[in-house]
C-alpha cells in the first residue's frame, strides 16, 4: 500500500533514534534501513538539524536545551512522503555550566508542570520543517504523512506534541517520561481553562492553585479529555520494566495515555517500581509542591539559579571576607588594609549583606523541608530495606545526617542573628562557614550512604538507555540467531558454536580459522560461548571490495589501452607508414630521381633516368618477448590478483550466508545499493 511507514519495525525506529545522540546521516540512515529490511530505501532523503535553526531557536543565555531532527523521505514512484521528527531525551547540558539542563527540565518542567520552554522549541521546530517541506512538495499529490518518535525526554516532547497540537498520525515513544496533567495545563491553554471551568478555578493568574485539586479527580479529567480529543492507539509506548523513568512515574500527576505494556528486560532485576509504588502519595505531593517554588527560578536562571534559591547561600562571597580577616591579622593597620577595609565594607553592603539576608528568608524553608523528609523518609528508606538494595545500617546514618543537617541549619540562623552586631560579625561570619562546612560533610555522607540506592537507579538507568532497549529488539524474534548493536552502531549476528553446528575439535577449529568468515568472528568458540559476527564490517568490506576490485579493472583496462596505442598501435602504425612509403616508391620511381641520382646539369651529354625500383622489405614482427613481458608478467598478473581478491570477497559474503543460513535477508544486505 502507497505511503506505508517506512520505519516499520521497533528495532528500526529505535536505531534511528539512536542516531539523535549523535550526528543523523543520510549515510546512516540508509545503512541501517538496509541493514534492518534488506531493501533499498526511498529515494529521496533530506536531513533537518534544529542545529540549522539557531537563530530561531536559541535565544539568549539560557536556552532550553532542545535538540531534534527531521528525516524526511520521499519517493514519487512509490507513493511515500514521510516526515520524521526525532526529539532527543535526556542527556544535553546548559552552556558551559556542565550541568544536566534536560534533567533539571524533566525534575521541575514535568513533575511540577511550571515549564514549557522545551516543548516550545520543539513545536517552532515542528513548524518550520514542516513548512520547508511542504513548500518543497506542494506540487506532489502524495499527501505528507507526520510521525514522531522520541526516547525519554524526548518521547514525553513528541507525545506531548501529539497530545496538544494532535497532528502527527503516529508517535512513538521508547521509555518515555510520561506527559503530566500539571505541564499540560501549564502548556495547553485549552486545557487549562477547561480544567479552570470544571473546578472553578483560575490558573491563568494562579496556577499553583492546581496542586489543591484532588488527585484522582484531576488525572482522570486529564486522560479523558484527550483521550476524547485524539486516537489513543497513535501513540504507541515502548517501556523496560526496568526503567528508571517508568519507576518515577508513579509521582502525582502523571497520566497514562497510550498503548503498550511493559517489557521485562533484564534477568534477575524487576526495576525499582515495585518500591516506587509503595512511597505514599503525599510525600510526592509535598516533594512536587516544594520543587514548584524553584521553577521561575530555573526557567530565568538556569540551574546555578535553581540551586542557590534554595539556600541562598554564596561561598564565594564568604571568601572574600576571610581574606580581608587575614590580611588585616597579619599586616594590621595600613594603607592597604585601610583600603580593603573600605572595599570589603562596599561588598557586604552590595553583596554579603543581601546574602544574609537571603538566606534568613531561605533557610527556615529549607529547615521545614528537611523536617519534612525526616518525618516521611524513614518508611520510604525502609521500603528501600525491604528490597535489600538498602542495609539498615546505611539507612540510620542518611537519618542520622539528615538530623544533623537539621541542626546545623538552625545553627546558621542563630549565627545570622549575630552578624547584625559588627561586634560579633567576625564571629558569626566564622561559625557560617564552619556550619556550612558540616552540612556539606553530611551531605557527602548521605551521599556515600545513599549509593546502593543510586547503584540501583544506575541499573535501571541502564535500562533506560536506548543501547539496552536496541539490543533487547535484537533478540526479541526468539530464533537460535539474534542481532547486537555495538557503540558504533555496527550490526552482529550472534550464535552459539553448537547452533551454527561447528565443531569444538581442534582440526575443526583450524579449519575455522582459515575460513574468510573468521576475521569478522569475535567471541571465545573453545568455550562454546557465542559467536558475533559483524555483519556491518563484512558489508562494509564487501562494498568496498567490489568497488576497489571494480576500480582495479578499469584502471587495468586504461594500462591495456595505453600499452596497445604505445606499442602495438604505434608499431602497427610505423609499418603502415614504412609500406606506404615502398609503396609509393615503387609506384612512383621518377619521383626518387632527384633524391637518388642528383640533378643533372642542362648541358649534360647523358642523363640516367630511373625507370623503376623494386623494394625488398624484411620488417620484423613485434618482439615478443616485450609483448610476453606485458600480457603474462604485468597484465596477467594483475588480473589473477584482483579476480582472487574479488574471490575471497565473495568467498566472505557467502560464509556469512551459509553461516546463518536461515536468515533470508542477509544476502540483500551485500547487493541493495546505498
Same mark, same amino acid.
Given at each position: ?273 515495585? #518500591? %516506587?509504588?509503595? /512511597?505514599?502519595?503525599?510525600?510526592? +505531593?509535598?516533594?512536587? *509542591?516544594?520543587?514548584? =517554588?524553584?521553577?521561575? @527560578? ?86 528501600? #530495606? %525491604?528490597?535489600? /538494595?538498602?542495609?539498615?545500617?546505611? +539507612?540510620?546514618?542518611? *537519618?542520622?545526617?539528615? =538530623?544533623?543537617?537539621? @541542626? ?87 550464535? %552459539? ?11 575443526? *577449529?583450524?579449519?575455522? =580459522? ?161
Amino acid at each position: 500500500m502507497a505511503n506505508e511507514e517506512v520505519l516499520n519495525s521497533d528495532l528500526l525506529r529505535a536505531r534511528m533514534m539512536e542516531l539523535e545522540y549523535g550526528e543523523v546521516t543520510i549515510e546512516e540512515v540508509k545503512r541501517i534501513y538496509i541493514e534492518e529490511t534488506g531493501k533499498a530505501p526511498p529515494g529521496n532523503i533530506t536531513i533537518y538539524r534544529s542545529d540549522d535553526f539557531k537563530e530561531e531557536l536559541r535565544k539568549g543565555e539560557h536556552y532550553s536545551g532542545f535538540d531534534g531532527t527531521v528525516i524526511h523521505f520521499y519517493d514519487e514512484r512509490q507513493g511515500i512522503n514521510q516526515m520524521y521528527m526525532i526529539t532527543r531525551g535526556s542527556e544535553s547540558s546548559e552552556k558551559d555550566s556542565g550541568k544536566p539542563l534536560d534533567w533539571a527540565y524533566n525534575a521541575i518542567g514535568i513533575a511540577t508542570g511550571q515549564n514549557d520552554s522545551q516543548y516550545a522549541d520543539a513545536e517552532r521546530f515542528d513548524q518550520i520543517v514542516t513548512a520547508e517541506i511542504e513548500q518543497k512538495t506542494k506540487k506532489s499529490e502524495i499527501p505528507m504523512k507526520k510521525i514522531g518518535l522520541g526516547h525519554s525526554l524526548g518521547g514525553n516532547l513528541i507525545v506531548m506534541l501529539k497530545l496538544i497540537t494532535g497532528q502527527y498520525d503516529m508517535v512513538y515513544a521508547i521509555n518515555p517520561a510520561p506527559p503530566s496533567v500539571y505541564q499540560l495545563a501549564y502548556i495547553d491553554r485549552q486545557f487549562q481553562r477547561q480544567l479552570s471551568e470544571k473546578f472553578n478555578l483560575n490558573l491563568g493568574d494562579d496556577f499553583n492553585a492546581i496542586y489543591d485539586i484532588d488527585h484522582d479527580e484531576l488525572i482522570a479529567f486529564g486522560e479523558a479529555y484527550y483521550k476524547n480529543k485524539i486516537d489513543e492507539t497513535t501513540i504507541q509506548r515502548l517501556i523496560m520494566a526496568e526503567d528508571v523513568l517508568y519507576a518515577l512515574s508513579i509521582a502525582r500527576g502523571f497520566m497514562n495515555i497510550g498503548v503498550g505494556d511493559p517489557v521485562n528486560s533484564i534477568e534477575g532485576f524487576d526495576g525499582l517500581r515495585g #518500591v %516506587t509504588e509503595q /512511597i505514599p502519595a503525599s510525600f510526592l +505531593k509535598q516533594l512536587q *509542591l516544594y520543587l514548584a =517554588q524553584y521553577a521561575d @527560578d530555573y526557567n530565568e536562571n538556569g540551574f546555578n539559579g535553581f540551586i542557590r534559591a534554595l539556600t541562598g547561600f554564596r561561598p564565594e562571597l564568604l571568601d572574600s571576607f576571610f581574606q580581608f580577616a587575614v590580611l588585616y591579622i597579619t599586616k594590621g593597620y595600613s594603607k592597604e588594609t585601610f583600603i580593603n577595609g573600605a572595599k570589603l565594607s562596599w561588598d557586604y553592603h552590595t553583596n554579603i549583606f543581601p546574602m544574609l539576608y537571603d538566606m534568613a528568608k531561605k533557610i527556615p524553608e529549607a529547615l521545614k523541608f528537611v523536617s519534612f523528609l525526616l518525618e516521611n523518609l524513614p518508611p520510604v528508606l525502609e521500603e528501600f #530495606v %525491604t528490597a535489600g /538494595i538498602l542495609t539498615t545500617e546505611e +539507612k540510620d546514618i542518611i *537519618l542520622h545526617e539528615l =538530623q544533623a543537617i537539621k @541542626d546545623n541549619l538552625q545553627m546558621l540562623l542563630v549565627s545570622l542573628a549575630l552578624t547584625s552586631d559588627y561586634r560579633n560579625r567576625h564571629l558569626a561570619m566564622n561559625s557560617i562557614k564552619e556550619y556550612y562546612l558540616e552540612i556539606k560533610k553530611s551531605f557527602e555522607n548521605i551521599k556515600t550512604n545513599f549509593q546502593p540506592v543510586l547503584d540501583a537507579f544506575g541499573e535501571s538507568a541502564e535500562a533506560h538507555s536506548l543501547a539496552h532497549v536496541i539490543e533487547v529488539l535484537g533478540k526479541a524474534d526468539g530464533t537460535d540467531v539474534y542481532r547486537m548493536y555495538d557503540e558504533r552502531k555496527d550490526m552482529y549476528l550472534v550464535k %552459539t558454536p553448537e547452533e551454527a553446528g561447528i565443531s569444538l575439535d581442534p582440526a575443526a *577449529l583450524i579449519r575455522l =580459522q582459515r575460513n574468510p568468515l573468521a576475521a569478522f568472528l569475535t567471541g571465545d568458540i573453545h568455550d562454546g560461548k557465542p559467536i558475533k559476527v559483524n555483519i556491518s564490517s563484512a558489508v562494509r568490506i564487501y562494498r568496498k571490495g567490489l568497488e576497489t576490485c571494480e576500480q582495479l579493472r578499469r584502471e587495468l583496462k586504461i594500462i591495456k589501452t595505453m600499452y596497445e596505442h604505445e606499442y602495438l598501435d604505434d608499431y602497427d602504425e610505423r609499418k603502415r607508414k614504412l609500406r606506404a612509403k615502398i609503396n609509393d616508391m615503387e609506384q612512383s620511381p621518377g619521383y626518387y630521381q632527384e633524391q637518388f641520382l642528383g640533378r643533372f646539369p642542362a648541358d649534360a651529354q647523358q642523363v640516367n633516368l630511373i625507370k623503376k625500383i623494386v623494394v625488398h622489405e624484411d620488417i620484423p614482427a613485434f618482439p615478443s618477448s616485450i609483448e610476453m613481458y606485458f600480457e603474462e608478467a604485468v597484465f596477467a598478473h594483475y588480473e589473477k590478483e584482483i579476480e582472487k581478491t574479488w574471490e575471497l570477497i565473495e568467498a566472505i559474503k557467502l560464509s556469512i550466508e551459509v553461516f546463518f543460513d536461515k536468515e533470508k535477508e542477509i544476502s540483500k544486505l551485500f547487493t541493495v545499493s546505498y
